[in-house]
């Protein structure tokens, strides 16, 4: 379990203060990610804006429970998860998350030669070329292929698209990840190395070698 920072833990007395500008700085800083994760649970913005409205309240509510066992950031998308599922077993959109990572992670062989990715300390990021050392320092993407990233993301199973948002958009650690979303590293990993695969092959006509980057 990852114990919460210093800086959390001064952005908890500042909430439990009734500091509105710490409170607007949190949602400058996550409402938007939020929003892009409850939808993926209900399928509706208009729903999704309200797990969010929920989500919110629920923190509130729930500052004098947190206890930094993880971090504030995790705290707050696991309210979420919480919320956007009892609320898509309302929409009767009822295969729970775990389940969904489960099946899209379960069968088939790996899709990616493990050839493209970094040895385990670089937490097996993979590379859109043949050799990391081919891989230009800087190459920035063009809006169009940003683009292309983004529809592609939307088009990625439920479990894939959670992942791959929340790794490579929202730039989350795995351990992260997994305690926000219940599933096994092993899950995440799969799930995340076959969402990147996926966007991997809709760049590739941009880029002959280049890392994906972290979307801002």
């Known amino acids: ?86 609320r898509a077993a309302r929409e009767r959109r009822t295969l729970p998350f775990s389940s969904l990572a489960d099946r899209e992670a379960g069968g088939g062989k790996d899709s990616v030669d493990p050839e493209r990715f970094l040895r385990r300390d670089h937490d097996d990021c993979w590379v859109m ?32 698209r959670t992942v791959i948002t929340l790794r490579d958009v929202e730039g989350w650690r795995s351990d992260e990840v997994c305690e926000a979303l219940g599933v096994s590293e092993g899950n995440q990993r799969v799930l995340l190395h076959r969402a990147r695969h996926r966007v991997r092959g809709a760049l590739e006509p941009y880029f002959g070698a280049v890392e994906l980057p972290v979307a801002a």
């Open 129 to 160: 070329g043949s050799s990391r050392r081919d891989a230009p320092e800087e190459r920035l993407l063009s809006a169009e292929a940003h683009e292309l990233i983004v529809e592609k993301i939307e088009q990625l199973p439920p479990a894939q």
């Open 1 to 86: 379990m990852v114990s919460a920072g210093s800086a959390d833990h001064r952005t908890i007395r500042a909430l439990r203060r009734g500091d509105e500008a710490a409170f607007a700085e949190l949602l400058d800083t996550h409402s938007s990610a939020l929003l892009r994760v409850a939808t993926i649970y209900v399928g509706s913005r208009t729903v999704a804006e309200e797990v969010v409205q929920e989500t919110w309240l629920g923190v509130l509510h729930g500052l004098d429970r947190f206890e930094g066992r993880s971090s504030l950031k995790t705290w707050i998308f696991k309210i979420l998860t919480n919320i956007a599922t009892t």
